[in-house]
T-cell receptor, first 115, second 113 residues
Framework: AQSVTQLGSHVSVSEGALVLLRCNYS??????LFWYVQYPNQGLQLLLKYTSAATLVKGINGFEAEFKKSETSFHLTKPSAHMRDAAEYFC?????????????FGTGTKLQVIP | ETGVTQSPTHLIKTRGQQVTLRCSSQSGHNTVSWYQQALGQGPQFIFQYYREEENGRGNFPPRFSGLQFPNYSSELNVNALELDDSALYLC????????????FGPGTRLTVT
């Protein structure tokens, strides 16, 4: 069985500061990993994905994440926070399970950006 | 290329009633998954349909059922609604093969009173 743990349900950063959102996963097989962003009253938008190619993955809006197998982590970073980055972020793991890809989401981290 | 759409946007139902939520998948996608997202939680997998057959299910009771149509649109049906069914219901379409990148619709907010 796979699982995702997002450390910190709320993270606050100042505008222009580094954003670091933490995600640790558990999986018995090599997983696909994803970060999604959700703005209020909207669905989820894919930020980036890891699919066993490069361990450093670049996504949209200046975000990137690094897959570290030894630490079972896939933390999301952005060098400089912008007000528009305020949203909720979800990490997800996807593994094959009896003929389909089972996707498990973390509980989310709400990012607050302070002017 | 159109994205994933869902209807209705909001819905209020009474405990014990039945509800049908609808989803139109992104063009070219043959797989649809449904998720329940309770307030303050991450999405929970309900089930997945591939070529009109259910091929995966999460930990949800049988009163949650679905259909996928030949044009890859789909429905989520919930019978005997309970107060705990109040949530945002998300539909996501994808191609079964490959990196399994999912594209989400905006969701349907269901309130059960």
């Amino acid at each position: 069985a796979q699982s995702v743990t997002q450390l910190g349900s709320h993270v606050s950063v100042s505008e222009g500061a580094l954003v670091l959102l933490r995600c640790n996963y558990s999986s018995s097989v090599p997983p696909y990993l994803f970060w999604y962003v959700q703005y209020p009253n909207q669905g989820l938008q894919l930020l980036l994905k890891y699919t066993s190619a490069a361990t450093l993955v670049k996504g949209i809006n200046g975000f990137e994440a690094e897959f570290k197998k030894s630490e079972t982590s896939f933390h999301l970073t952005k060098p400089s926070a912008h007000m528009r980055d305020a949203a909720e972020y979800f990490c997800a793991v996807s593994v094959p399970s009896g003929g389909y890809q089972k996707v498990t989401f973390g509980t989310g981290t709400k990012l607050q950006v302070i002017p | 290329e159109t994205g994933v759409t869902q209807s209705p946007t909001h819905l209020i139902k009474t405990r014990g009633q039945q509800v049908t939520l609808r989803c139109s998948s992104q063009s070219g996608h043959n797989t649809v998954s449904w998720y329940q997202q309770a307030l303050g939680q991450g999405p929970q997998f309900i089930f997945q349909y591939y070529r009109e057959e259910e091929n995966g299910r999460g930990n949800f009771p049988p009163r949650f059922s679905g259909l996928q149509f030949p044009n890859y649109s789909s429905e989520l049906n919930v019978n005997a609604l309970e107060l705990d069914d109040s949530a945002l219901y998300l539909c996501a379409s994808s191609l079964l093969a490959g990196a399994y990148e999912q594209y989400f619709g905006p969701g349907t907010r269901l309130t059960v009173t």
